[in-house]
Structure formats: structure tokens, C-alpha cells
């Protein structure tokens, strides 16, 4: 599925669900990410082209079938998706660890898209403008982040969460 495509299935899909990862390198990760989308009722993961890797025997064997049940998109311009994806009218929720509102004081119920950085940088400061509300994950330990799969799992379910709570 291409990025037009993909807009128009997103114009038709019903309080759509979707996981953008600004540039996933560890084919474990992607794997992993779309074993968790496919758990959580995700309707489509977006990634940019460039940076980005695609589907290959060991993200397929990672996501124990998610792969093949979750649309994974690599679009060209992951602003101009996100920008189309806004008017569509997703809110977009971006991580990072350096923001100061919490993921728990977001509401993620409704059309919504969480954005999640790369293993090593992070969300690019382009993407994060894009976003609505930048969010982290708090942390009680002395590690200062987490693996990228593990942060997406925490962020779906607590979307999950939150729209099984709405009813």
C-alpha cells in the first residue's frame, strides 16, 4: 500500500488507531512494534522511506504475524503524512524524553496517532512540531529511556486503555 492510498483507507477507517515510527533501524524493534500495533487494535503503522527498515524475514518472525495483519507504510515525506493525517482530523501525540507532560494526562481516545522516535535520536524536531501533545513515559529508576518496542507497547496500551474506558 502506497501513501495515497493509504490516506484514502485511512478517510474511511472509523476512530482510526495509527503508530508512526520516525525511522526504525533494528529489524527486532519493527518487529517487536508491530507485534504490539497488531495487540493493540492498531489499524496502520507509518514509517519514512529513508532511515527506515522494511519488512524482512526477521521483522516478519519478530512480529509472530503482525506484520502480515498490520499495514506497514513507508511513506516519502513523513511531514507531509502527518500534516495530511491532521487534516483528516488525527490528533498526533509524539515522545520524547525531555517533554514535560506526562502520557497519562493526554486523552488519546478518538482518530489518533502516536509518534515515536528512532532507537538513537529520538523524534526529529520537524516531526515533533507536527505533533499535538509531546508526552514521555515516566521514569522511577536510573535508566533514562527505553527500548523502542517497550515505550510503543506502553504508549498503545495506555491509548487501549483509555478508549476501552470511553465506552
Not at 513507508?74 to 507531509?80: E, T
Request: charged letters at 25%; proline letters at 4%.
Amino acid at each position: 500500500m502506497d501513501e495515497k492510498q493509504f490516506l484514502a483507507k485511512l478517510r474511511e477507517t472509523e476512530d482510526p488507531f495509527v503508530l508512526v515510527i520516525d525511522g526504525v533501524q533494528d529489524p527486532h524493534n519493527l518487529g517487536a512494534c508491530l507485534r504490539s500495533a497488531d495487540a493493540a487494535g492498531v489499524d496502520f503503522v507509518i514509517a519514512p522511506q529513508k532511515h527506515t527498515v522494511g519488512l524482512t524475514e526477521t521483522v516478519r518472525r519478530i512480529a509472530c504475524g503482525g506484520a502480515d495483519k498490520v499495514p506497514y507504510i513507508q511513506v516519502q515525506n513523513l511531514n507531509r503524512t502527518l500534516e495530511k493525517m491532521k487534516e483528516i482530523g488525527l490528533w498526533i501525540v509524539g515522545t520524547g524524553d525531555e517533554e514535560s507532560q506526562l502520557l497519562y494526562e493526554v486523552d488519546m481516545k478518538g482518530p489518533l496517532a502516536i509518534v515515536l522516535g528512532r532507537e538513537d535520536l529520538g523524534v526529529r524536531k520537524s516531526i515533533a512540531d507536527k505533533c499535538d501533545f509531546l508526552v514521555k513515559i515516566p521514569m522511577c529508576g536510573h535508566v533514562d529511556c527505553l527500548n523502542l518496542s517497550v515505550a510503543a507497547g506502553i504508549c498503545l496500551f495506555e491509548a487501549v486503555r483509555q478508549r476501552h474506558s470511553a465506552g
